[in-house]
Nanobody
Framework: QVQLKESGGGLVQTGGSLKLSCAASGSGSIFSLNTMGWYRQAPGKQRELVAV???????TYADSVKGRFAISREYGKNMVHLQMNSLKLEDTAVYYCNADYSTRTGDFTSWGQGTQVTVSS
């Protein structure tokens, strides 16, 4: 089983920047990470996709963050990052890391516990 640990959330003013990081680790198991991404959930709203990056490096972004956020991966460290610039009040949410991965027994998905991002005016 792969565990995901997010870091980098916090409080920032509108227009500011934050960088989220997510590290994947396996409990002694051999795994291969496939698509990794970030999702967010604001109070009273459904969880939504923010950005994903596939193994080959192709990326997909929500329209609301295009041009402001950038997702990247460190393949050797099993990490994914989300650089968030020009933050807006509506970016306030809990951000979750997600990873699809493969082991000898099949394909699975894992979620992190989430990190809070609060944007204030």
């Amino acid at each position: 089983q792969v565990q995901l640990k997010e870091s980098g959330g916090g409080l920032v003013q509108t227009g500011g920047s934050l960088k989220l990081s997510c590290a994947a680790s396996g409990s002694g198991s051999i795994f291969s990470l496939n698509t990794m991404g970030w999702y967010r959930q604001a109070p009273g709203k459904q969880r939504e996709l923010v950005a994903v990056i596939v193994t080959g490096g192709d990326t997909t972004y929500a329209d609301s963050v295009k041009g402001r956020f950038a997702i990247s991966r460190e393949y050797g460290k099993n990490m994914v990052h989300l650089q968030m610039n020009s933050l807006k009040l509506e970016d306030t949410a809990v951000y979750y890391c997600n990873a699809d991965y493969s082991t000898r027994t099949g394909d699975f998905t894992s979620w992190g516990q989430g990190t809070q991002v609060t944007v204030s005016s």
